[in-house]
């Protein structure tokens, strides 16, 4: 709602707009004349700029205010969706940890029964049974060649997805050789071990330099 003060400088201001448009200079005295009217101009717009920079002030103020009450709601829920990601990380990596055991042990029967069926055919050879040894070293060859699978699965929970970057630690910096595949590192340059990191998925060796990886939890509204 315009009070009487606003409503009074709008309509100062309406008439220095028609007066603007009235105004013709084809002389030495129209030209004097513009030159006063610009500075009342010029007042008029000091006044103007006068009488909203209180109002300016407050709401700039006002909003501070709200944004900084917004900012205090949310502290402890930020707070709150922290403790609950790193839990859920740190038990993603515990599944993580045991799946790769499972999946070496796995493995290790695997290479174990391949190894029984392959000394089964060398003894069927050894025997003069070729379709013995024929047979087991086929399966020895499939058994071998099957990928290792662990039983345990990756939590899940719905609306959440995990994502997996593996990082470069520096735990000896001395230890950090100069250059790596052309790459300089010592300085020791994270960006490059990082790069590394990824693209070994942490199978790299480098003296001075283990790799881990990291993980974060987002989660949809």
Do not use: C
Request: glycine share 4%; charged share 30%; proline share 3%.
């Amino acid at each position: 709602v315009m009070n009487a003060e606003e409503s009074k400088l709008g309509n100062e201001v309406s008439l220095i707009e028609q007066r603007a448009e009235a105004v013709v200079v084809a002389s030495g005295a129209d030209f004097e004349d513009a030159g006063l009217f610009l500075k009342q101009i010029k007042q008029a717009q000091k006044q103007v700029k006068d009488y909203w920079a209180q109002p300016k002030t407050a709401a700039k103020n006002a909003h501070q205010t709200i944004v900084d009450r917004e900012k205090a709601m949310l502290a402890p829920l930020m707070e709150a969706e922290k403790m609950v990601k790193n839990s859920m990380v740190n038990y993603q990596a515990a599944v993580e940890r045991a799946r790769r055991r499972a999946e070496e042990e796995a493995r290790k029967r695997q290479q174990e029964e391949a190894d029984r069926l392959l000394q089964q055919a060398l003894d069927a050879q050894d025997s003069g049974n070729d379709q013995d040894a024929a047979i087991n070293l086929a399966m020895a060859e499939m058994v071998d060649q099957m990928p290792a699978q662990s039983p345990i699965e990756a939590p899940k929970a719905a609306g959440t997805s995990v994502s997996k970057t593996w990082k470069a630690r520096v735990v000896d910096e001395k230890a950090v050789p100069a250059y790596i595949n052309g790459m300089m590192l010592r300085k020791v340059d994270m960006s490059a071990l990082n790069n590394i990191a990824k693209m070994t998925k942490g199978t790299a060796e480098i003296p001075g330099v283990e790799f881990y990886q990291d993980m974060t939890i987002s989660a949809r509204s």
